[in-house]
């Protein structure tokens, strides 16, 4: 039984909730509906929200370092290797241009793919 014991000769039962108690008001299926279709799409906005963030979006630190110009800020000193490795380049092969501009628009070109190739390395 589920009550109270007074004393050791009587047990008195206590209902577990009031006669007089009203039942809970019931919701609507419809309205039950729609307020776990709202639930639902808030979790799921939440949980898209935090997977973008923890796995998609990299660390604005990281992403400046990866930015492709940031090696293109570039001393004379690192020129004067490309420009050593370049006349090396040209003398192995036994390379001519027809004259100074096209010379330099091809070393630009040694350059940046030289560069390029080093980023890709790191």
């Known amino acids: 039984m589920?009550?109270?014991?007074?004393?050791?000769?009587?047990?008195?039962?206590?209902?577990?909730?009031p006669q007089n108690h009203e039942a809970e008001p019931s919701i609507p299926v419809r309205f039950r509906r729609q307020i776990l279709l709202r639930?639902?799409?808030?979790?799921?906005?939440?949980?898209?929200?935090?997977?973008?963030?923890?796995?998609?979006?990299?660390?604005h630190h990281q992403e400046l370092q990866k930015h492709p110009l940031a090696d293109m800020s570039f001393s004379p000193e690192d020129s004067m290797e490309y420009t050593d490795r370049f006349v090396k380049f040209m003398k192995e092969f036994g390379r001519t241009y027809k004259d100074d501009a096209e010379m330099l628009r091809r070393f630009k070109i040694y350059e940046k793919h030289m560069r390029e190739i080093s980023h890709l390395n790191k």
């Not at 639930?39 to 660390?59: K, N």
């Open 2 to 17: 589920t009550g109270i014991k007074l004393n050791n000769q009587k047990e008195v039962e206590v209902p577990l909730q």
């Open 39 to 59: 639930i639902a799409v808030a979790l799921l906005l939440i949980l898209s929200t935090v997977v973008y963030c923890v796995f998609l979006d990299g660390s």
